[in-house]
Every structure is written in structure tokens, then in C-alpha cells.
């Protein structure tokens, strides 16, 4: 007759063991599963928590030209004077862009999309592939001789570029709602 006799909690240590070196297996095994896990980011700006503005929508006017919007948040009719088109080195006359409304520079991240009440960039695109022509442009609000960019300076009803003329002479133009 065999009287095996084991040491008080043996039984109990071993199960421990078996359950920790279980456990890393499946942490190491679950970080070989070719998932790929976006970069946070570091230098991400200012959003409110409120829900974000409806899309512009309709006809906006300024001294050089409109922009109508259709509500999709994606696409504007655009028809710039010459002056504006060539300081936003655009085509001139009526053409259909695509637009977004992004961040200042953000290193090491770049621009970044995000909402048009807390944008301080605008960027139209005109065309496709190699005959895209595109401009990333300065937006906020004037006033007092002033120009502001951040926070509630795009509006539902206006939004403002601050256009350079090449010569270091900036001027803004305001595109108000009709």
C-alpha cells in the first residue's frame, strides 16, 4: 500500500502557478493577434462638449465672390474674383470644391480635422488625383483691426479667411450668409 503525503497547501500553490503562467500565455498570445492599435494622440486640440454645429449651409457672400453650401458638409460651389483666387492660388470663376475645416499645426501630428466653430484652417480642393488643386487657408474673425482665430470666430453665418496678397499684406474677407 502506497500513503502518499503531501505538504500542507501544495495543492493550492500548484493551482496558482498553472493559473499565472495561463494567464501570461494569453497576454502574450492576445498581443500576437495582428491587431493594429492606433497612436494616441499627444498634442490633440480643444474640443467642446457640446454637439457639434450643423454643417453651413446656403449662399455666403463677400466682395469676392460666394461660396453655397449644400448642408452635406463636404462639397461648396465656390465662384472667386481674380484677386482672391490668386492669392488662395485657385482657378478662377465657378468651380466645385471639396472642403474641411482643420487645426492650427499640431506637432507631431500635422493638421487635423475637427469642427468648423473651433477650426483655425479651411481647406478647399478642386479636382482630382495629379489635377487637384488645393489651398489650406487662414480662418477666424476680424474686429477692432484684429485679426482672432479659435474658439466661435466660424459661425453658422460667417466665416472669415485672412488672405496674404504675397507681398506680406494680409487682408480679411468675410463670407456672410445671405
Same mark, same amino acid.
Given at each position: 500500500?502506497?500513503?502518499?503525503?503531501?505538504?500542507? #497547501?501544495? %495543492?493550492?500553490?500548484?493551482?496558482?502557478?498553472?493559473?499565472?503562467? *495561463? !494567464? @501570461?500565455? $494569453?497576454? /502574450?498570445?492576445? +498581443?500576437?493577434?495582428?491587431?493594429?492599435?492606433?497612436?494616441?494622440?499627444?498634442?490633440?486640440?480643444?474640443?467642446?462638449?457640446?454637439?457639434?454645429?450643423?454643417?453651413?449651409?446656403?449662399?455666403?457672400?463677400?466682395?469676392?465672390?460666394?461660396?453655397?453650401?449644400? #448642408?452635406? %458638409?463636404?462639397?461648396?460651389?465656390?465662384?472667386?474674383?481674380?484677386? *482672391? !483666387? @490668386?492669392? $488662395?492660388? /485657385?482657378?478662377? +470663376?465657378?468651380?466645385?470644391?471639396?472642403?474641411?475645416?482643420?487645426?492650427?499645426?499640431?506637432?507631431?501630428?500635422?493638421?487635423?480635422?475637427?469642427?468648423?466653430?473651433?477650426?483655425?484652417?479651411?481647406?478647399?480642393?478642386?479636382?482630382?488625383?495629379?489635377?487637384?488643386?488645393?489651398?489650406?487657408?487662414?480662418?477666424?474673425?476680424?474686429?477692432?483691426?484684429?485679426?482672432?482665430?479659435?474658439?466661435?470666430?466660424?459661425?453658422?453665418?460667417?466665416?472669415?479667411?485672412?488672405?496674404?496678397?504675397?507681398?506680406?499684406?494680409?487682408?480679411?474677407?468675410?463670407?456672410?450668409?445671405?
Amino acid at each position: 500500500m502506497n500513503i502518499e503525503i503531501k505538504a500542507p #497547501g501544495t %495543492g493550492i500553490l500548484r493551482k496558482t502557478l498553472l493559473l499565472l503562467v *495561463l !494567464s @501570461a500565455l $494569453l497576454i /502574450l498570445c492576445g +498581443g500576437c493577434s495582428g491587431k493594429v492599435v492606433e497612436p494616441e494622440l499627444d498634442n490633440y486640440p480643444y474640443e467642446p462638449d457640446t454637439p457639434a454645429p450643423a454643417p453651413h449651409d446656403g449662399t455666403f457672400v463677400s466682395g469676392h465672390g460666394t461660396m453655397i453650401f449644400d #448642408g452635406d %458638409g463636404e462639397t461648396v460651389l465656390i465662384d472667386f474674383d481674380e484677386e *482672391l !483666387s @490668386a492669392r $488662395l492660388g /485657385l482657378p478662377v +470663376g465657378e468651380q466645385t470644391a471639396v472642403y474641411m475645416f482643420y487645426t492650427g499645426y499640431l506637432p507631431p501630428h500635422g493638421y487635423i480635422p475637427i469642427r468648423y466653430d473651433v477650426a483655425m484652417m479651411f481647406n478647399l480642393t478642386i479636382g482630382e488625383g495629379e489635377e487637384a488643386v488645393s489651398s489650406m487657408i487662414q480662418i477666424g474673425e476680424y474686429r477692432d483691426g484684429q485679426f482672432y482665430m479659435g474658439t466661435n470666430c466660424t459661425t453658422p453665418d460667417r466665416i472669415t479667411f485672412y488672405a496674404e496678397d504675397g507681398d506680406g499684406n494680409w487682408e480679411p474677407v468675410d463670407f456672410v450668409k445671405e
